[in-house]
Every structure is written in C-alpha cells, then in structure tokens.
C-alpha cells in the first residue's frame, strides 16, 4: 500500500521561502507521476504542480515562476521549492501519487502572512 508523509510546511512572511517535502513508500516510487495540490478554506483542492515519471512538469498558471517541483527517484522523495510565497499561497498542501489508482498524503500547512 502507498504511503505518502508530507513535510516541510509552517508560517512564513510574504516573499520568503518554504520546501515541502513527501517521502513515498510501498511501491515502486519512479512509475509513479507525482503532484502537489492544495486547498484553502473554504476554495476546492487545486493542482499546484505535477512531475510525471518520465519528468515532465507541468504548474498552475498562479505560481509559474515562483514554485519548482522535482523528485528523487533514488530516494523515493518528491519535493516542492516555493520561492516569493504570497498570502494567497496559505493553504493546506497535499502530495499525490497516481498510477492506476490515487493516493494522497495528510497534507501540510503553509501559512504566509506578516
């Protein structure tokens, strides 16, 4: 069964940085395209940012720029560089694994506010 466990999230200042990591386990992590997704009060879960197995990537028109997603097979880790953080990035981040079925992680929180 795959297991994702997010880490790397807290409160930070408009314009700082934050890196969340998820560490995968269960399965063979490199067939598996990974995603970061997020939800804030109240708003529906949306797709931040997704690296496919052959490492493709692609990201929300909102944090083009500004976010990186990348993964390390040999460690079965996906992470997620968010750099300029604005208060509307506040929100609880999730990591995803697809391949067949859909797994999520507990989520994290980001906070971003001064």
């Known amino acids: 069964q795959v297991q994702l466990v997010e880490s790397g999230g807290g409160l930070v200042q408009p314009g700082g940085s934050l890196r969340l990591s998820c560490a995968f386990s269960?399965?063979?992590?490199?067939?598996?395209?990974m995603g970061w997704y997020r939800q804030a009060p109240g708003k529906q879960r949306e797709l931040v940012a997704r690296?496919?197995?052959?490492?493709?990537?692609n990201y929300a028109d909102s944090v083009k720029g500004r976010f990186t997603i990348s993964r390390d097979n040999g460690k079965n880790a996906l992470y997620l560089q968010m750099n300029s953080l604005k208060p509307e990035d506040t929100a609880v981040y999730y990591c995803?694994?697809?391949?067949?079925?859909?797994?999520w992680g507990q989520g994290t929180q980001v906070t971003v506010s001064s």
């Open positions: 690296i496919r197995s052959s490492g493709i990537t």
């Open positions: 269960g399965s063979s992590f490199s067939i598996y395209d």
């Open positions: 995803n694994a697809l391949w067949g079925n859909n797994y």
